[in-house]
Each structure stands twice: as structure tokens, then as C-alpha cells.
């Protein structure tokens, strides 16, 4: 009974056509940018007739999308070629990338291709027409953007100085971007980075590739403005002016170099000048003869100039010298002096009343019983002491010398200018006698 079953069966599988189906995939190329058409074929061939279906997967890394799937029937030992399309867009894959391949199954048959890459990286180069410009200037940046497989990228890119609030979007066709800069007047100076940042989207306006490329530009230093820094607005004679020089850029930095520094008197006359140091300290005495009024500082910088006014306050001012028994007093301040002065001779003051214009000096005698005496000033409640000296008289007394001949200052220049007019008059004598000794008529008498 089993025997004839067993016969059975083996008459029913003999009866059956047997199915080699056969299944091989032709490319892909070895790069794609998302984006990108994948074109590649497929082709089956069966013994016999079968029908099934064909699907189609890229697997990336961990990842795998699938891109086909249709029903495929065969005629017995026919070969048919499927052609498959895929497209690297966000609506097929996804965002995948990375070392890829497509894996085909049709009935009980897998195939797998070659490893390909795709990426959503850009090639992109950008230069410009100079490496260095000044404020105001237009800066030219051009550039190029290609997919990886080296097709030209159809795109956008924004190029911007890193930093600063400047940029601009462009359109990428055929693989070229362009764009002109102009630089604001008060660009800062130093070295900046220009970023070509470009990428293309897909018909969803969703991101597909992407990429980045920098140049560096130099920005020099133009100065814009000068100014002087001063300690004070208003000086007392006798202290000293502190200056500097400053110098601001095109965007209101300080900065280095020289200038030229001018002081003028309050009549306008040209008291001094030099070239100073930007930052560097300077300074200048305003001494106790100076011309009480505005003075005025001029600053020029090549096509730049500016001034500045500080006032040198009046003041009223007298030094006083002992010489023997004469008392001398000198105006040394910038305006008359007219003021009561207290003379100290030993214990015994005298008040003089002083009126002396510009740089004028008096002379007074000073005379007490025979004796030396400490001589001084009393300026202020204090004693300001000159020394001693030794004096001749009846009584304590200031005399006001009122003829230069009563003036031993005055004897002393007269008799040195008379010495020098005596010296110059012997040699004066000496030249002619020396000369008529060898004139024609001495000769004459010496032939004789």
C-alpha cells in the first residue's frame, strides 16, 4: 500500500516543471551627492515561467530605504531588463549617506552591487581679486561649487565677513557665484575672513547638500581723525603742560603713528613744534614770564589738521638777589607787578611799595649802624631769608636807587665794557703800526 503511494507522488513531481531563476544588477556609478539619479538595471532570466515580485533597497551603513518594487513575470528562458531610477532626495531615502548598495530580490533569488558612496558634501573654492584693501573700497569675491562626482552645483550660497554684519545671498548656476563688497567708511582694520557657505535643496525646499570655503582679505589702517589730550584746560606759570597725541582710525580706534604738534602764543607767533608719537607722553614748562592768554595747540596729520586752547593764567611774580648792601628785585612773572613788599633788616621791617612792569628790576640800598645784618622777605606771614650782609648807616633804612650809576651792578658792566674797548684799542694800534713798518715809503727809506 505505501509503495504505491510513494510511486504516486514520484509520477505527480516528475509531471512538474522545475524554475532557475537567475537575477544580476549592472552599475551603479561609484559617487552620488544626494540629489542625484541613480540609473541602473536589472535583469532576470528563468528555465521556466514564473512571475513574482522584484524589489529594490539601498542599505547604507545601519540604514536602508526601499526605491522599487513591481511585479515581473517570465516566459520560459526568457531575460528581461528592468531599468530602475532612483532618486537621492529626501521623499526616496531620506537623508542617508555614507558607502552604500543596492540589494534586488525576485522570488527566492538576492543580488546585491557593488559598494557605492553617496554624500551630501560640496567642493567649493573662492577667491578675490586683491588680499588687501582700504574702507570704502568694493571687494570682488567670486567662486565655484561642484557636486563630489564633479558635476557643477545648482544652488545658493551666502557669503559673509565672519564677525562683522555683512552678507549676501547669490544664486549658483552652473557652478558660479559672484558678489561684490563695499567695504562702510568705517570698516576696521585688521584681517578677515570671507565664507562662501553654499548648498541646493530639493523641489520641497528640503536641505540636500552642503558646503563651505574662506579666503582672508586685509583691511588697512587709515587714519580718520586726531585729537590732543591735555592735564589741564588752564595752567598756573611755573607748571609743566602734559600732552598726547592721539590718533583714531576709520572706525574711532586709537592707533599708532606721528604727527605734527605746533604751539602757538595768544598773538599767534610760533612758539615751538615737533613730531610726536602717537600715545607717547610730552610735556612743556609753562614758565613765569609766559604771555598770560589762550595758547594754542595745532595738530596735522598729513591732509588733517585740528587745534586745541589752553590758557596760561596771570600771575604776579618777583625774585629777589642781595648783593653787598643793594637788595634787587626782578619781575619774573607775565604781568606788572604792584604790590607792597615787607623788608626785614635784622628785627626792623620796612614796607616798600613795588611797581615793576614786564622783566624790570629796582634796586634799593639798604643802610643800618655799622654791622651785619640777616636780610629778608616776608611773603605770606613767612620769612623768606637771603642771607646777610654788612651794613654802613645812622639809622635802618631802604633807599630806592634810582640811577643805574648808583648801582654796583651797573659800576661793575661799566668798567668791564670799558676794559674791553681798551683792549680793542691796542690791538687796533698795534695792526697800524705793524702795517706802516712795511709800507712803500718805509721800504724806500730802508734802501737809502
Known sequence: MKRGIFL?????????????????????????????????????????????????????????????????????????TIPIEILLDNSIIGNITGDCLIRAIYEDK??????????????????????????????????????????????????????????????????????????PDNFPPGVFKIVAEVNDQDKNGNLLNQGSSSTTIRVKKVIKNVDIAINADSIVPGNKL???????????????????????????????????????????????NFTPGYWKLNIKYKNIEKNKTFLVEELEKVEYSLNGNELYIKNIGNVKFNKPIEITIGAVSEIKS?????????????????????????????????GSALLTGRAISVGELEGLFESNYFTIGLISIILVLLVILIMIVRSIRKRSRYSPRSMAQISK
Open 8 to 80: 504516486a507522488l514520484f509520477i505527480v513531481l516528475s509531471s512538474m516543471p522545475f524554475t532557475i531563476a537567475n537575477i544580476s544588477i549592472n552599475g551603479p556609478d561609484s559617487l552620488y551627492n544626494l540629489g542625484d539619479l541613480i540609473i541602473t538595471n536589472i535583469t532576470l532570466s528563468s528555465s521556466s515561467i514564473t512571475a513574482g515580485f522584484l524589489t529594490a533597497s539601498i542599505i547604507c551603513d545601519q540604514a536602508q530605504a526601499e526605491v522599487h518594487k513591481s511585479i515581473q513575470s517570465l516566459e520560459e528562458q526568457e531575460e528581461k
Open 110 to 183: 538576492e543580488v546585491t552591487s557593488h559598494f557605492f558612496r553617496i554624500t551630501n558634501a560640496i567642493d567649493v573654492n573662492i577667491n578675490t581679486e586683491s588680499a588687501s584693501f582700504k574702507p570704502g573700497e568694493i571687494v570682488n569675491v567670486t567662486g565655484r561649487a561642484s557636486k563630489k562626482n564633479g558635476l557643477p552645483l545648482e544652488g545658493f550660497a551666502e557669503i559673509f565677513i565672519e564677525g562683522l554684519n555683512l552678507s549676501s545671498f547669490n544664486e549658483i548656476q552652473q557652478g558660479f557665484f559672484t558678489e561684490n563688497f563695499k567695504l
Open 242 to 288: 602734559l600732552y598726547t597725541l592721539i590718533l583714531y582710525d576709520q572706525a574711532g580706534n586709537s592707533a599708532t603713528g606721528e604727527g605734527q604738534i605746533s604751539i602757538y602764543s595768544p598773538n599767534n607767533i610760533l612758539f615751538s613744534e615737533k613730531v610726536a608719537s602717537a600715545k607717547e607722553l610730552n610735556s612743556i614748562l609753562i614758565e613765569t
Open 354 to 386: 613795588v611797581n615793576l612792569g614786564l622783566e624790570e628790576i629796582k634796586a634799593f640800598k639798604l643802610s643800618a649802624p655799622d654791622g651785619e645784618y640777616g636780610i629778608g622777605i616776608k611773603e605770606s606771614g613767612k620769612l623768606n631769608n637771603l
